[in-house]
């Protein structure tokens, strides 16, 4: 089975189910298919509903309104109507994915949220807890009282059984085990013995694929969503290396469960893990960054990203919650993300991201450089790696100068300053300076998220032009240094923000006159 070059994942919620005014017709239950077809994402995973209530038939598992008689949220009467409507034409959700996914060529691999800890009666509670939920949940206080706990048989015969409705019923190209929706199986202190448990529940899933696999003259491959930090993973009972040692997945996707996207290398244990097995490893990014132009990441920084991807042993991308319905820039996106060999000269942003979590606490990131404060006889030295055959650009005369861009948040102009890129002299009086006092990031946070830069302020962008032979392919050193401050301006100085922007010669219209801020992928 060759592995996916792109996976797009639509939750068959947010993108697909609510959007549906009732009532649901067969072209609308395909569209999860055909936004994708012809684009570079070969692979669909589709979510199965809620944590553990379904969108599709299911005769094992609750689906959605099954026991209830009114709804006071109006997605979820939307949703309900569309199993309604769906069971009117004889077919679901999955069952007309599934279908239209044989038909035009995309694999379509739904995905199983393994936990889920809605209360019992609640509704998105599924079957199993309306039995004796006390016997099979975690049952400490706080959001885990009523999560499943897979030291039991009964929670893994009931996620097997979904499965193996799935196999036999539907006949999709694989399944999905989605770790992520929320990373928490065990009791506390309970996690090291539970791990085989969990290594063994994997395992279970392997045989069950394969037994219904045999049975129908194919095989479904089995895959997994965990997280990009290896000790989360650890320490919440996933022994992914074992998994990958015994053959029981077919591919890993590490989620980043970072708040920012940023297009520097990324942990390497999983590819490591991988290397030696036939096991394809993929990585799904944030979509937020932190940039004065875009909120989200634009097409030169999603390049150099999936090549920063390609040079670390990465199979590839693991992408959705794109805007809908997609439009050009997204379906371009679809197209390069899956093949970056045709984007090996094609202009790419490499930028660095501040440090996550609340001001002046312990960060969440303490891997990222900046911010970077410019204090008087100090040098701020920072590190920007590139993916790109610079040299082979150059031999062939198609790099053209790149551009290195500083953002000095509350520069002050009485300052004197030093500048230099990989030990080459930057003069100020040659950098195209803008300067802005009222600056406000667009980037979206909710919730807890936060970051360790201002979201508004007063800045600096210093662009400096590059000769293409100053760049050097892997680690390029940039240096900032603080000669002189004028001490009546006590106000702290940072450096906020580095982007090397690789530009080449290549196959692109003439620009016109109406140049605007980089538009976002994503909102």
């Given at each position: ?77 939307r949703i309900m109507r569309m199993v309604e409507e ?86 999709p190209d694989g399944i999905e085990l989605d770790f ?281 962008w210093l662009r400096f032009r590059l000769p293409a ?55």
């Open positions: 089975m060759a592995h996916p070059r792109f996976i797009y994942y639509n939750d068959a919620h947010h993108f697909h189910a609510k959007r549906i005014e009732p009532p649901a017709s067969e072209h609308m239950l395909q569209w999860p298919v055909d936004e994708l077809a012809g684009t570079g994402a070969d692979t669909l995973v589709l979510g199965l509903g809620y944590g553990d209530v379904y969108f599709h038939d299911s005769k094992v598992g609750r689906v959605v309104g099954q026991g209830q008689t009114s709804w006071g949220n109006y997605i979820d009467w769906a069971r009117r034409l004889g077919t679901d959700q999955l069952r007309t994915v599934v279908e239209r996914g044989r038909e035009l060529g995309t694999r379509v691999v739904p995905s199983l949220k393994l936990q889920d800890p809605a209360a019992p009666g609640s509704d998105r509670a599924g079957l199993l807890k309306q039995g004796s939920p006390e016997g099979i949940c975690i049952g400490e206080e706080g959001r885990y009282l009523w999560g499943y706990d897979f030291m039991h048989d009964a929670v893994h015969e009931d996620k097997l059984a979904v499965l193996r409705e799935i196999f036999e019923d539907y006949g992520m929706f929320d990373l928490r199986f065990f009791k506390t202190g309970e996690v090291e013995q539970g791990t085989p448990r969990m290594t063994q529940f994997v395992a279970e899933v392997r045989r069950l694929a394969d037994e219904v696999g045999e049975k129908k003259g194919r095989r479904f491959s089995v895959s997994a969503r965990v997280s990009l930090d290896e000790e989360r993973n650890r320490s919440s009972g996933l022994d992914v290396g074992a998994w990958i040692r015994s053959g029981h997945v077919d591919w890993v996707c590490a989620q980043d469960e970072r708040v920012l996207t940023d297009t520097q290398p990324k942990p390497s244990w999983l590819p490591d893990l991988a290397a030696d097995s036939n096991t394809a490893t993929y990585y799904r990014p944030p979509r937020r960054v932190y940039h004065e132009a875009t909120g989200f990441l634009h097409i030169e920084m999603s390049r150099a990203l999936r090549h920063t991807l390609l040079s670390g042993g990465w199979n590839g991308l693991y992408h959705g919650y794109m805007p809908w319905p997609l439009a050009d820039e997204q379906y371009q996106f679809l197209r390069e993300m899956a093949y970056p060999e045709t984007t090996c000269r094609r202009d790419k942003r490499y930028f660095l991201q501040p440090r996550e979590g609340a001001m002046d606490t312990p960060t969440s990131t303490p891997d990222r450089q900046l911010p970077i404060p410019l204090e008087p006889g100090t040098k701020a030295t920072v590190q920007i790696q590139i993916a790109d055959d610079v040299e082979s650009a150059r031999q062939d005369g198609e790099m053209k100068a790149a551009e290195l861009t500083l953002r000095i948040q509350q520069m002050c102009a009485d300052d004197e300053m030093s500048f230099r890129f990989n030990d080459q002299a930057l003069h100020l009086e040659t950098a195209d300076i803008t300067d802005e006092r009222a600056v406000t990031m667009p980037v979206r946070l909710y919730g807890a998220q936060s970051v360790q830069a201002p979201l508004a302020g007063a800045f600096h032979e100053w760049i050097l392919p892997g680690i390029n050193t940039v240096e900032v240094e603080m000669v002189n401050r004028d001490e009546r301006a006590t106000f702290s100085r940072e450096l906020n923000g580095v982007e090397l922007y690789l530009r080449y010669r290549d196959m692109q219209r003439p620009h016109g006159l109406g140049s605007s801020r980089l538009s976002p992928l994503t909102t």
